[in-house]
């Protein structure tokens, strides 16, 4: 079952918008290896992940679903939710499966694959962290991959301003030219995320309660204008 970034009509999206970049065929899109694949952007299913584990949910024999509708549906019944907070979660969920959260990378070997690199430590899916690596040419191994290579090639022999325009990247930028000043979707250094079973068993009510106001009043928001404007961008 193909998910919502690599579906048909994902990939007729990205042979329309990525045509004169990378390939107007739409089955160049399939995501086989030095072929291109469906990228989302910002994750519903990473963050909510962190909600659940900072929240009363993460107790006893609590099993995490692997379905984003169910996690949302168990976000609903958490005690230190607020209407407020549903609202954005529902918003988020619907703005994450659009084509304005979607776009385009090669699909290479796992060691080098950059939508794989990308959900891993230290990036943990948060895009300002891993294209701002990707822009100092880090990690360097994945420029090393012929594959890679090529990809990064067609912009402008990797140009990043070239990069972020001709992914329609600039809504997750501060600054208009550069391109160096992101809006803050990862966590404060200060933060400790729960990106885990055995983190999120450490910590304490504070730290579960500052995790839950960062994902609810910061990343939820800045995710949700970030994804509406690109959808503007993209119109």
């Known amino acids: 079952m193909n998910t919502p970034d690599r579906t048909k009509e994902a990939r007729e999206f990205y042979a329309q918008r ?25 994750t519903f299913r990473t963050m909510s992940g962190f909600f659940i584990r900072a929240s009363s949910l993460f107790k006893g024999t609590y099993k995490m679903p692997d379905s984003i509708c169910a996690r949302l549906n168990d976000i609903k019944t958490c ?3 607020t209407s407020a907070d549903i609202e954005r979660f529902e918003k988020f969920m619907q703005c ?13 070997n796992p060691s ?14 948060f895009p300002d962290l891993f294209y701002t690596d990707l822009r100092n040419k ?14 990064f090639k067609r912009f402008d022999n990797w140009n990043w301003q070239v990069f972020v325009k001709d992914n329609f990247l600039q809504p997750f930028f ?14 404060p250094s200060d933060l400790i995320m729960p990106y885990n079973k055995n ?16 994902i609810c ?15 503007a961008l993209l119109t």
């Open 18 to 42: 990525w045509g004169s970049v990378l390939s107007d065929n739409s089955n160049d899109y399939n995501g086989k290896t030095g072929k291109y694949g469906g990228e989302t952007i910002i």
């Open 79 to 81: 005690e230190e939710i």
């Open 96 to 108: 994450y499966t659009s084509f304005a959260n979607f776009m385009p990378l090669i699909t290479t």
């Open 112 to 125: 080098a694959s950059l939508n794989m690199i990308k959900g891993r430590a230290p990036y943990h899916d």
């Open 138 to 151: 880090k990690p360097a191994h994945i420029f090393e991959n012929t594959d890679n290579a090529n990809y």
């Open 174 to 187: 501060e600054d208009d030219g550069e391109f160096t000043v992101w809006k803050k979707l990862s966590p």
């Open 199 to 214: 983190i999120a068993k450490r910590l304490d009510d504070t730290q579960r309660l500052a995790c839950r106001d960062y």
């Open 217 to 231: 009043k910061t990343f939820l928001p800045m995710a949700i204008e970030i994804i509406e404007a690109r959808a």
